[in-house]
């Protein structure tokens, strides 16, 4: 039994934000159903996205609606609202937000108050005032980007199929990824492996053409992997004529060009951005304490250090790690870790609110996975080293037993057996980004500036 009738807000519908509600509302279910609790969660999207399948929705091993987990289907218990928080007063228990009705209503950001506050909005990617990026490069942080990177690819071959101008069949063939962590190297790999296969059904495009370059800042890839299994990684890539350069940085993408701080020059018309994650701003517009660097101080029992009835836990919060070594240290903004602080989260609201003492957070790394492209990948776990076939079954077999829901499990492991069975799919569907520009064109209009004037393409 609860002390007193408590409205608990989840902001952010990730991994942290999705387990915890999940598991609250399983914790609290009397006491919803008495009216003594209820939850409710803002996020952007009313669908949480297991990101580490954004690599093979890309290459299309995996329907992108599988990769996504409908948050009212989960939460039936949960008010879910689709709107961003923009700032938090913890001290009066308020939290601004915008819907998606917030402009036609005309009325401004609205209020909402709270009695418990579970601050889990994830990251945001982390850029850098490099001229043209923001002009000409691709995120790989959402389902949205992944399947428009795919789109871009499949499209970049068809114009250099269509081209007779030898410089911009060249800059369409070129794609330049920078950032060396699993987003960067997984999603490099997978695309690589799709575009070699799809250009058997090009006449005039052979695998040979195509020019893939990994940047990377430091002297090492896939760090969580270990240094040996990132050495190999580095290996296979360059086996494949992928040209990695590390200890390099991009310098400018602007007019198309990627400038790298070698002095090397590559006219492309593809620059994937996967260069680390930030805090999200949220973070900063609120009156909690932050770490320096923009995370959300926390206790091992997972509430937020200094003040009361204020909870976090994955990317937003600088969880003090019990099991490291050195002390001072904080777990990983990692997948591993959120999902498992997001249960204990759960627990320990639940207790908090029946007055029970709460349980700290202890996990200690246990590995890491990466695919490298169809049965190919790399793995440290529990000391072990594996590479190639056995690695690639472990990571399909790690990441299928934790993607949430038994629908999806079903719908992932069907895909899986029928790309088996059958060929890829190497169709371009980039009018979905502009699904309008095609009538506006017929209706006698001027296409949108988003469209460019081509109704079907992507870029």
């Keep these: 039994m609860v002390k007193e009738r408590a409205r608990i807000l989840v902001v952010g519908g990730g991994y942290v934000g999705m387990y915890t509600a999940l598991r609250l509302q399983r914790q609290l279910k009397q006491e919803i159903g008495r009216g003594e609790a209820e939850i409710t969660l803002v996020t952007p999207d009313p669908y949480m996205t297991y990101q580490p399948f954004l690599p093979e929705a890309a290459a299309g091993a995996v329907s992108p609606r599988h990769v996504v987990v409908p948050l009212r289907r989960v939460l039936p218990h949960c008010r879910v609202v689709a709107g961003e928080v923009t700032a938090i007063d913890h ?19 609205r209020r909402l108050t709270y009695d418990e506050l ?47 101008d030898p410089a911009i069949r060249d800059a369409a063939l070129t794609f330049v990824f920078v950032g060396g962590g699993f987003a960067g190297v997984e999603a490099l790999a997978e695309l690589e492996d799709m575009a070699r296969y799809t250009t058997r059904y090009y006449h005039n495009v052979e695998p040979e053409d195509l020019k893939w370059i990994l940047v990377e800042a430091s002297d090492r890839i896939l760090p969580e992997v270990g240094e040996d299994m990132g050495r190999y990684t580095v290996s296979e890539l360059r086996r494949r004529n992928i040209d990695v350069r590390l200890g390099t940085r991009l310098e400018s993408c602007a007019d198309r060009v990627a400038v790298l701080s070698d002095g090397a020059r590559f006219p492309t018309r593809t620059v994937v951005w996967t260069a680390g994650v930030k805090p999200h701003p949220v973070l900063a517009a609120s009156d909690l304490p932050l ?18 009835h204020a909870w976090a836990a994955g990317d937003a919060a600088a969880v003090p790690d019990l099991t490291a070594d050195r002390p001072g240290t904080h777990t990983a903004p990692n997948a591993q870790h959120a999902v498992r602080q997001a249960k204990l989260l759960g627990d320990n609201i639940a207790r908090s609110l029946r007055g029970e003492p709460l349980q700290t957070y202890a996990h200690k790394y246990v590995g890491s996975v990466a695919s490298l492209g ?22 399909r077999a790690y ?19 029928l790309s088996g069975l059958f060929k890829r799919e190497i169709v371009s569907l980039g009018s979905l980004e502009h699904p309008r520009a095609e009538f506006e064109l017929a209706a006698g209009g001027k296409p949108s500036d988003e469209s460019s004037g081509d109704p079907k393409g992507s870029s």
């Design 399 to 417: 990441h299928l037993s934790r993607i949430p829901t038994f629908n999806r499990k079903a719908r992932v492991l069907a895909e899986w057996t």
């Design 291 to 308: 770490t320096g660097r923009g995370r959300l101080k926390c206790t091992p029992e997972l509430t937020v250090e200094g003040v009361t």
């Design 91 to 109: 001290a009066r228990r308020t939290a601004t937000l915008t819907t998606l009705a917030t402009d036609e209503e005309g009325t401004g950001p």
């Design 374 to 395: 169809l049965h190919k990948g790399v793995a440290y776990v529990y000391g072990r080293k594996l590479k190639g076939y056995p690695a690639w079954f472990m990571h």
């Design 118 to 164: 579970v601050l889990a909005p994830g990251s945001v990617s982390r850029t850098l005032p490099i001229p043209g990026l923001a002009d000409h490069a691709i995120g790989f942080k959402t389902v949205e980007e992944a399947i428009g990177l795919r789109n871009h690819v499949i499209e970049q071959m068809d114009i250099a199929s269509s081209t007779r």
